[in-house]
């Protein structure tokens, strides 16, 4: 069966690939809020650091583990230990998957309903905030808005990933991924030139140190997991379908560097637009459901800015969310010989049933709570605060310890000889953070996710 394995028809489609999975909801939506509501341009710098010490070399580590055993993380792991412990780690990985995804795409169906509604013209008259905030109320406590919109997205995840790694995953990040970009330019340039943009572009690089505390470094780590996809085995598989030829190390560096250019670039035409009309930049998960709806009627031609804003959101969660399908389908395809259509319907439709008690979350169960909480806040926490920097602790530590020093730089150098050549420190730099900087700060952000801390 490895044989004829599906492969990337290049590392330009790999990189893409992977950027669409790393660039998402987490991004455009999460991101600037959570760099609102802890300082700006300190947040920013924080994220950086922990961008680079622990989600790159850790994103290395994960493309590897894939490219090396050309399998989904259940049946990596399997190939390089004996040990049922590591195999389980995979296993988890696929659950998460199967979580993320589920509530994902009830947040992929709104951004889409979104585009739906300004094509409408019921987005762009609110004279605040509180009156965009009134109508996300009534959209997604409308139960038809809701599933039709977690349903419309989730067919649209399906129909990506049956067509192939190749001829659908790489084909439509081909497509999506330079519209997401030229959206984004699009967007940043109207920013920036409303009167009051400075403002937001102050915000954004004139630092609050005393905003930062422990709390928002380890916001800052968490997040590394979340928009980078790691933790859960979406990377390494796309990794298990990267040639031996490619360098894993530049790609692991692109695809961060397109992540955090175009976290970045958003937040630059969020805040720029936010500044421009008086609004409040810390506003929480409502930024972009409620105050941006306020600030585009503002605009002139706010319609199509507001058009193209939620069409880039539902591009970046679309291609995204094909990847955390893609690890589930690559386990049912790998370890049970399933074909690829099959899995996808099966257990695409399985995660899009666990979906809908998620977009019930927001009317029918919204007072049906676990521990103080909706469903869809514990499917969220669960996979993105606890199994994933899980995950990730587990890829360093296996990488760092568990896995010989020596498979790993033979299969590390494969593709990459003249950059290990040219940067001989780099091994001893990558290791350094692999085997002690990430898991002691990733065992921190674990013992605070669980309250422990
Ligand atoms: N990286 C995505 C984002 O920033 O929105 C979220 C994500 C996708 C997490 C795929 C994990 C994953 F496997």
Redesign the pocket.
């Known amino acids: 069966m490895t044989q004829n394995r599906e492969a990337w028809g290049s590392r330009f489609g790999f990189v893409l690939a992977a950027a669409g ?7 455009i939506w999460k991101f600037p809020y959570i760099a609102g509501e802890n300082g700006g341009a300190a947040f920013i710098f924080i994220y950086l650091i922990c961008i680079a010490i622990i989600g790159f070399p850790v994103l290395i580590a994960e493309i590897l583990i894939g490219r090396t055993t050309k399998k989904n993380p259940v049946g990596a792991f399997a190939a390089l230990t004996d040990s049922k412990l590591w195999v389980s780690v995979g296993f988890l990985g696929v659950i998460a ?1 199967f979580m ?1 995804l589920s509530f ?1 795409s009830v947040i992929g169906g709104w951004t889409i309903g979104y585009v739906v509604e300004t094509m409408r013209g019921s987005l762009t008259h609110f004279a605040t905030p509180d009156e965009a905030g009134i109508l996300f109320g009534s959209l997604v406590g409308d139960i038809r808005w809701g599933i039709g919109f977690h349903s419309l997205f989730f067919a649209l995840v399906m129909l990506i990933v049956i067509r192939g790694v190749k001829g659908g995953i790489e084909r439509a990040s081909k497509i999506m991924m330079p519209v997401l970009l030229s959206i984004l330019v699009i967007l940043i340039i109207r920013g920036v030139t409303l009167e009051g943009a400075s403002k937001g572009l102050a915000f954004l690089w004139v630092p609050d140190w005393s905003k930062i505390n422990g709390q928002s470094v380890l916001i800052a780590l968490g997040h590394a997991f ?4 790691l933790g ?1 085995g ?1 990377m390494l598989t796309y990794g298990s379908y990267m040639s031996k030829r490619d360098n894993v190390v530049s790609s692991a560096a692109l695809i961060v560097f397109l992540d955090t250019l175009i976290a970045i670039m958003a937040g630059v035409a969020i805040f720029t637009a936010v500044f421009a009309s008086g609004l409040n930049p810390a506003a929480g998960p409502g930024l972009i459901f409620q105050t941006l709806p306020a600030v585009f009627s503002t605009m002139p031609g706010g319609d199509y800015f507001s058009f193209l804003f939620f069409l880039l959101l539902a591009i970046a969660a679309l291609t ?1 969310a094909i ?2 399908l893609e ?1 589930v389908v690559a386990y049912f395809v790998d370890e049970k010989g399933w074909s690829r259509k099959t899995a996808v319907l099966i257990f695409g439709g399985v995660i899009y049933l666990l979906g809908i008690p998620s977009a019930l979350s927001f009317n029918l169960l919204a007072d049906a709570k676990i521990f103080d909480k909706t469903f869809f806040d514990v499917v969220d926490f669960t996979a993105s605060n606890v199994l ?1 920097p899980f995950g990730g602790l587990m890829i360093a530590i296996f990488a760092g310890w568990i896995w010989s020093r020596t498979a790993v730089m033979t299969a590390v150098k494969a593709g990459a000889e003249n950059l290990f050549e040219a940067y001989p420190w780099f091994e001893g730099l990558w290791f350094l953070f692999l085997k002690y900087v990430a898991p002691v700060l990733i065992t921190l952000v674990l013992l605070k996710s669980l309250g422990i801390l």
Request: charged content about 0%.
């Open positions: 999975s790393a660039v998402g909801l987490g991004n998957g993320i994902y979340f928009t980078l996809s859960m979406a995204s990847s955390l690890v994933l």
